[in-house]
């Protein structure tokens, strides 16, 4: 079984410091994982997804995410945070070996960027 | 730009009403999903259909929930009857089905539904 685990359910940062939402997926096969934003009364926006090559992809907004194999893990990442990036962030997975096109979400790491 | 687009965005029932949700997938996507989402269970996915045939509804309460989809462009979720714990905002998300494990989905702005 395919699952993801957000170990933050908040992460606070002020504006300009970098910014780190943390996200580690167990799968039996190899994983395809994505990352989306939701902003409030909105629905989820694509950020960025990692299939395979290089291991730092990068995505919308400023944003990237490194996939760490041995850790089993794949982290979103901005340089410099803004207080627009304030937000629901969702990490995803899909396990190259599941059956049927299920993307199984995390529950989820409220970013709050204070000015 | 393209997008995904649902009706109503809020919706407010008495337990026992049927309530008929509709989602309008980004054109030429071939792949459709019903998402739920509530504080407590986070993104559930109910259903998930590919060149309009339901291919995985497993994630749906079966007595009262039902998903169709008429033709290519519309995508209709139904509860009856209604309940209170079936208050959540629910998502449709599309995708265009050009290589599945990969394919991004792409999400509308959500129901917000709630039964009293």
């Known amino acids: 079984a395919q699952s993801v685990a957000q170990p933050e359910d908040q992460v606070n940062v002020a504006e300009g410091n970098p910014l780190t939402v943390k996200c580690t997926y167990s799968v039996s096969g190899n994983p395809y994982l994505f990352w989306y934003v939701q902003y409030p009364n909105r629905g989820l926006q694509f950020l960025l997804k990692y299939i395979t090559g290089d291991n730092l992809v990068k995505g919308s907004y400023g944003f990237e995410a490194e996939f760490n194999k041995s850790q089993t893990s794949f982290h979103l990442k901005k340089p410099s945070a803004l207080v627009s990036d304030s937000a629901l962030y969702f990490c995803?997975?899909?396990?190259?070996?599941?059956?049927?096109?299920?993307?199984?979400f995390g529950g989820g790491t409220r970013v709050l960027v204070k000015p | 730009d393209a997008r995904v687009t649902q009706t109503p965005r809020d919706k407010v029932t008495e337990m026992g009403q049927e309530v008929t949700m509709r989602c309008q997938p980004i054109l030429g996507h071939n792949t459709v999903f019903w998402y739920r989402q509530t504080m407590m269970q986070g993104l559930e996915l109910l259903a998930y259909?590919?060149?309009?045939?339901?291919?995985?509804d497993s994630g749906m309460p079966k007595d009262r929930f039902s998903a169709e989809m008429p033709d290519a462009t519309l995508a209709t979720l139904k509860i009856q009857p209604s309940e209170p714990r079936d208050s959540a905002v629910y998502f449709c998300?599309?995708?265009?089905?050009?290589?599945?494990?990969?394919?991004?989905?792409?999400f509308g702005p959500g129901t917000r539904l709630t039964v009293l």
């Open positions: 995803a997975v899909r396990d190259i070996k599941a059956a049927g096109n299920k993307l199984t």
């Open positions: 259909f590919r060149n309009r045939a339901p291919l995985d």
């Open positions: 998300a599309s995708g265009p089905g050009t290589g599945e494990m990969t394919d991004t989905q792409y």
